[in-house]
Each structure stands twice: as C-alpha cells, then as structure tokens.
C-alpha cells in the first residue's frame, strides 16, 4: 500500500555512493534545469504540482521559490561588513530545514541516511532557480548519523562537479554547509534557525518581513523541510501531471508519515495522499498489539490534534483533516490504546512546551507555564470542568504569540477537551 516516490531508494542504494544514486537516475533533474535553463519552467512546475511544504506550515513550494525571485534587495549588494565574508555575494540562500525536533517525528532522520543525495539535488535546483550560491542544512544536533551521511555527500558531490563552481555551465555555483543545532526545540522554527545560523540567540523574529524577502543575513531565503526538498527532483524530471497522479485534486502527491505508539509494524510510511488514516494504522502499521482497543490518535505530534476512534475513517489529505479541526504538521501519527494514560500524556505535552518556550514573548512564556500547572494539578475530570479556562488559555497563547511554538502549545491538549476524549 506504499506508493514511493521520495523513499524509493531507501534500503536500495548505498547512501554513501554517488555512483549508486546517478544510476538510480540521480542528478537528471539538475542537469536537465541547469543545462536548459529552466528556472521559469521549474517553478511553474512546482506551482502546478501543488506541492506544499511538508514541515507542518503547508506554504506552496513553488509559490516560495516565486516570491523569493521577485523580491526586492533591502541590503546592498555586497552585503555590509557585518555579513561573514564568505556569504556577503550571494543575492539569495537556500536553507534545508533539518532539525527535526517534533514529538513522534522520524520521517526526515531516515530520507537524509539513506537517500542524501537527493536532498542536495533538491537544494542545488532551488539555488539555481533563485539565483543562490549558498545553501545550509541545519541539522538537529543529536542525528550523528545523518550528519556523517550528509557530510559525505556534500564532498562527494563536490568532487564529481554537483556543487562547486560551473555546475553543468559556467555561470552556475552553488554550495552547501552543514551547521548543527544544540537541541533547542525553537531554532526549527524558521527565523530562529537563522539566527541561530548567524551565530546569535535561537529566538524567533516578528514577521513580516518574510524569509523570501529578508531571511538569512537579511537576503530573500528559501527554507524547507527536508520531505520537501526530496520532492523537487521527481517534479523537476518528471513534470508536475505526473505528479499529480498520485493523491487527491487538491492534496496531491505523496506524504511520508511516522507511526508510532502500541502497533505491531511501528515505521515510517510513505502513503498517497487521500488514504483513510485507518488503512495506515491496521494495514501498513500492522494495528494495535495484543488486540488492544484504540483510544485515540494524535496526528501532526505534540503540536498536533487529537482524534477519536470513530474519526479514523478520514482521508489523510489536507482538506479531510481540517474537516475534523487536525492538519498533518509534521507528519507524526501517535497511537494511543487504551491502557495509554491520557492526563499523563498531555502533562508531558503541556510539559514539552513549557521546557522549550524561549521566553521572548509574554504569551507563550507564561500561558506554557500556566498550561502545565493547571494539567498537573488537576485530575482528568477536572480537566474537562477547567475546558473553558484552558480554552481561553490557549486563544490568548494562539492570537498573541510571536511564532508557532505559543500559537500551536495549546492545540493537542484543547482537541482532546474539544473531542470529549476526557470524560472518561
């Protein structure tokens, strides 16, 4: 029942072999952009694809790389003296959002251990479409692993003429740095990865303005997610109609997601997109073990919604899930049987996000705060009692947050009150 589009090499390449991904087809898609200059073909692509960004924020790729284009310089060219030397000429930067910190979420660790060239294939058409020289993969500092695969095949794809100088033509350079977090849960959010990257505080930025018009350094920025990267090649190749065979009118495409919880095949699943979310859990995840009954599920992790055992019919594409108030995020799906203790598992959630506010802003510093001590004060029919200050706990954190660690804080533990998942 998987339908493999950026997974299809996993398990079947050596990822540390450049030699395996070319004859897997690898860097077709880049040398076929670059050689015929396909920047406004590729983009359009991407926009007719309707690929979105497969982190959680769900912005349209190529919409992304299409304002990154147009956006007007706010800085001059070169970039003032307080830009590191290295990076003041690049117009643009291409950043892969890798620090995968979100509960439940393994899908990006597995695509860049086992399939990294196609990362760097992703990032090295974007820069080319946008006019970049400089790319960064932030990566979560604990993924060692993911960090000497990756590492290895930035080199060797800099040996063989994929990045560097004249990739393909001349006036096309391009090149990629790894830069590791420190565990900071906030830095993947997308303006405190910069700063971060820029060697300040990992603390979120007021927005607007947005990446695509002042990101990293100040310069109009493209930042995805890994899954999404991995996206571009098969899009660049193939063309945006073969794209769109899989999954739905308006969800289309493949999505990989990450089950975990009391079931028999625990793993990451890539699944077209539409598939009901109980096919996922009781066909490719193998169902509960030991015939336990299900409680609930929590899809799109910590930062996600909680849905009851009669709502897993529904189709896992975008507009399905926001039909029951649940969106993908970041693509986690967390079982719960029923010998799972609920209050305890939103006391670590509320916990989570307490431990991991940066404390810039009011909202969130303190709703966290508050958010827990209720939870762990409070038995689990004292929960649902307190729904209404909980509720309106989380409206505030939600409206008045600077970014999506205060405004999504609240989400799992008000859709489990909202859903009745308390009351027993």
């Known amino acids: 029942m998987e339908t493999k589009l950026v997974t299809t ?25 670059v050689r015929d200059g396909l920047v406004n073909e590729t983009i359009d692509a991407l ?44 117009s643009a930067f291409v950043v892969c959002n890798a620090d995968e910190s979100e509960t439940g979420t393994f899908k990006d660790r597995l695509l860049m251990e086992g399939d990294p060239f196609r990362i760097i294939e992703g990032m090295a058409i974007t820069a080319f479409v946008t006019c970049s020289t400089v790319g ?37 350079e391009f090149d990629i740095e790894i830069r590791r977090g420190a565990g900071a849960y906030i830095c993947g959010e997308e303006t405190a990865l910069f700063e971060s990257i820029e060697g300040k505080r990992g603390e979120p930025r007021v927005k607007p303005p947005f990446p695509t018009d002042q990101g990293l350094f100040n310069r109009p920025t493209v930042i995805n997610n890994v899954e999404t990267f991995a996206n571009i090649p098969v899009i660049a190749l193939e063309g945006a109609d073969a794209y769109r065979k ?15 919880g009391p079931v ?93 506010s940066c404390g810039k802003c009011f909202p969130c510093q303190l709703g966290t705060q508050r958010q827990y001590e209720i939870i762990k004060r409070t038995n689990l029919k004292g929960l649902q009692d307190l729904s209404g200050l909980l509720g309106e706990l989380g409206a505030t954190m939600r409206d008045a947050s600077i970014c999506g660690l205060g405004q999504t804080a609240s989400s799992a533990i008000v859709s489990a009150i909202d859903k009745g998942l308390l009351n027993g």
């Open 136 to 172: 960064f993969v932030y990566l979560r500092g604990e993924y060692s692993l993911a960090y000497e695969r990756i590492s290895h095949a930035i080199d060797s794809a800099r040996k063989r003429g994929y990045l560097g100088q004249k990739i393909f033509v001349d006036e096309f």
């Open 9 to 33: 090499n996993l398990g079947v390449v050596n990822p540390e072999s450049i030699e395996d991904y070319i004859a897997r087809g690898g860097f077709r898609a880049l040398e076929r952009v």
């Open 47 to 90: 926009k007719a694809s309707g690929l979105i960004g497969r982190g959680g924020a769900a912005f349209p790729t190529g919409l992304k790389r299409e304002l990154a284009i147009k956006a007007e310089p706010t800085q001059p060219w070169p970039a003032p003296s307080n830009v590191p030397a290295p990076y003041r000429y690049s």
């Open 246 to 260: 899989f999954g739905t009118a308006k969800s289309p495409g493949t999505r990989v997601v990450c089950v975990s």
């Open 264 to 356: 028999n095949r625990p793993g990451a699943y890539e699944i077209e997109m539409g598939i009901p979310l109980r096919d996922v859990i009781f066909n490719l995840a193998g169902g509960l073990r030991e015939g336990r009954a299900l409680q609930a599920v929590l899809i799109g992790g910590a930062a996600g919604a909680f849905l009851r055992p009669d709502e897993i019919d529904v189709p896992l594409d975008f507009q399905s899930l926001a039909s029951v108030n649940a969106t993908f995020g970041s693509g986690a799906i967390m079982v719960l049987d029923d010998t799972a203790d609920l209050r305890g598992v939103l006391l670590r959630i509320a916990r989570f996000f307490k431990d991991e």
